[in-house]
């Protein structure tokens, strides 16, 4: 039978909570709130989405995506997530403001082969320009950090672009490097940059709330 990815309905982190209701919980009462998304709660964020995609893009952030990205293309890219979501492949989370706005958002990607359960990849960490330096993104890390905990994950990775400070972000909150590769992704100008690689055991703390990382660091994020 085929499930229709606008009304199925991603795991919940518990059996208490619907993830689109899950509320988590952040660093300071006047910071962001963290809400984990299904897949109908992603078909009613797709234009907060957009917008802080290619407002990403624009600041110069290494997401996979040209300067040439307008709103209906990252619309569409994000549309293109829902059945991910519907079937468990990709967690998503959102941070809103106090007004109810999309200032960030962070994918992780939970590995399905069966010698590759215990660990996921980061992906995709972004916060508004407008909305940077105020814990954003370590607030947004932490929750996927958690919930990767709470899933029996012992290993997530990610890759950001080096002498980012997206970098010292990573490495400020726990992130321990691999290695570099050179030349791996262009940036939205098409110019190539190395790649540092980091991994982290979720089950461990964080070492303290850090502020939201360097002012970029919710730009390049995790590719």
Avoid at 133 to 153: D, I
Avoid at 180 to 194: E, K
Wanted: overall charge negative.
């Amino acid at each position: 039978m085929t499930t229709d990815p606008a009304t199925a309905v991603a795991p919940e982190i518990d059996d208490r909570v619907d993830i689109d209701t899950e509320v988590l919980p952040t660093p300071a009462p006047a910071g962001p709130v963290i809400t984990r998304l299904n897949a109908p709660a992603l078909l009613s964020h797709l234009d907060g989405l957009a917008e802080i995609l290619v407002d990403a893009v624009a600041g110069g952030a290494s997401l996979g995506f040209l300067a040439d990205l307008d709103r209906a293309a990252a619309r569409t890219w994000w549309e293109h997530r829902v059945p991910e979501v519907a079937a468990g492949d990709l967690w998503l989370w959102i941070a809103r403001d106090a007004g109810g706005g999309v200032i960030g958002t962070i994918s992780l990607y939970p590995v399905t082969k069966p010698n590759g359960r215990h660990r996921g990849e980061i992906a995709k960490l972004m916060v508004a320009r407008t909305a940077r330096r105020g814990g954003v993104a370590r607030a947004l890390l932490a929750a996927a950090e958690r919930a990767a905990a709470s899933a029996g994950l012992t290993l997530l990775v990610l890759d950001t672009e080096t002498d980012s400070p997206a970098e010292t972000f990573y490495r400020v909150a726990g992130w321990i490097e691999v290695g570099r590769v050179p030349d791996y992704a262009a940036d939205p100008m098409g110019r190539l940059h190395p790649t540092t690689i980091f991994h982290r055991d979720p089950r461990e703390t964080a070492p303290g709330d850090a502020p939201g990382g360097p002012r970029s660091a919710g730009g390049p994020g995790a590719r």
